[in-house]
């Protein structure tokens, strides 16, 4: 059974750093990209970023809102995709999803929860 | 960067069909944007429904279906169940980046 679990979310400062983790089983990590999203309070979905398998490169895409602030990465070793969020703002409040790329965005995780407040 | 409209909220009887759409500021949308549609009901994740335009995943009931209609991608519900109750996304993608339109809260009532 595919199985995601993202852990790491919590209450954090303005400007601090915060690492999130995507530990996933039931399939083999290595051959997929991985792609994490996030959903504000009581609004819409959005896309954060991306991260190619190593057959693909390993490279990462982001969207525009967190480029140069938050890092995509993944331990193929251990099965878990990593969201470093650098400079947090408080916009950046939100539940955190990870999701699993094939030839399809298809098992998304139950998310983690992101403040960000003084 | 685009933008990817959808009706705010959408009521349907239940046993009845309703059409979801999903269009670019860009233009037309067409198969290059991949469309994806997802359900997701309140306090869970969201959940794949359709990718690809009109593909469905092993666990999309057969009710729903995806397709290009008039320049948007479409979710059509045919016979709508209680359970189907839910805010639905659509999601395009543009050389490289993804953008989500604002989603659809379909009331079944």
């Given amino acids: 059974e595919v199985q995601l679990v993202e852990s790491g979310g919590g209450l954090v400062q303005p400007g601090r750093s ?10 083999t990590f290595g051959d997929y990209a991985m792609s994490w999203f996030r959903q504000a309070p009581g609004k819409g979905l959005e896309w954060v970023g991306f991260i190619r398998s190593k057959a693909y490169g390993g490279t990462t895409e982001y969207a525009a809102s967190v480029k140069g602030r938050f890092t995509i990465s993944r331990d193929d070793s251990k099965s878990i995709a990593y969201l470093q969020m650098n400079s947090l703002k408080t916009e950046d409040t939100a539940v955190y999803y990870c999701t699993r790329y094939g030839d399809f965005y298809d098992y998304w995780g139950q998310g983690t929860l992101v403040t960000v407040s003084s | 960067q685009a933008v990817v409209t959808q009706e705010p909220s959408l009521t349907v009887s239940p046993g009845g069909t309703v059409t979801l759409t999903c269009g ?10 991949y469309p994806y549609w997802f359900q997701q009901k309140p306090g869970q994740a969201p959940r794949t429904l359709i990718y690809d335009t009109s593909n469905k995943h092993s666990w999309t009931p057969a009710r729903f279906s995806g397709s290009l209609l ?6 059509t519900l045919s016979g709508a169940q209680p359970e189907d109750e839910a805010e639905y996304y ?20």
């Avoid at chain 2, 670019?24 to 944007?33: E, K, L, M, N, R």
């Avoid at chain 2, 999601?91 to 009532?109: D, E, M, P, R």
């Fill in chain 2, 70 to 75: 008039g320049g948007k991608a479409a979710l």
């Fill in chain 2, 90 to 109: 659509c999601l395009l993608s543009y050389s490289g980046a993804v953008v989500f339109g604002g989603g659809t809260k379909l009331t079944v009532l």
């Fill in chain 1, 18 to 27: 915060l690492r999130l983790s995507c530990t996933a089983s039931g399939f």
């Fill in chain 2, 24 to 33: 670019s500021s860009t233009g037309a949308v067409t198969s290059g944007h």
